[in-house]
């Protein structure tokens, strides 16, 4: 899968799985997902977000510092999923 195709998939993920009020199209690839700084995404969208990348992807959160280091950013969700082989 293309880069760009891969991540508008991922940026559509995060609008519907967070109930994002904004076109997946202006989700920057940088914004911090969770924490005032960011979106401010809070544990619940955690949660739906952890479940919409393993129905989507096929990609699995492990642990707390796996879900930290790949549900930072559009970018590092993307990188995650190419790393993975999955697509």
């Given amino acids: 899968m293309e880069d760009g195709v891969l991540k508008d998939r991922v940026k559509q993920m995060i609008v519907?799985?967070?109930r994002l009020k904004i076109p997946a199209a202006e989700l920057g690839d940088e914004v911090v997902l969770f924490g005032p700084e960011g979106l401010g995404l809070d544990s619940i969208d955690l949660l739906e977000l952890v479940v919409g990348?393993?129905?989507t992807?096929?990609?699995t959160i492990q642990d707390g510092e796996t879900g930290r280091?790949?549900?930072r950013t559009v970018n590092?969700?993307?990188q995650s999923v190419?790393?993975?082989g999955k697509v």
């Fill in 76 to 78: 590092s969700i993307v």
């Fill in 16 to 18: 519907e799985c967070a």
């Fill in 53 to 55: 990348l393993e129905r």
């Fill in 57 to 59: 992807f096929g990609v």
């Fill in 82 to 84: 190419k790393e993975s």
């Fill in 69 to 71: 280091r790949v549900l």
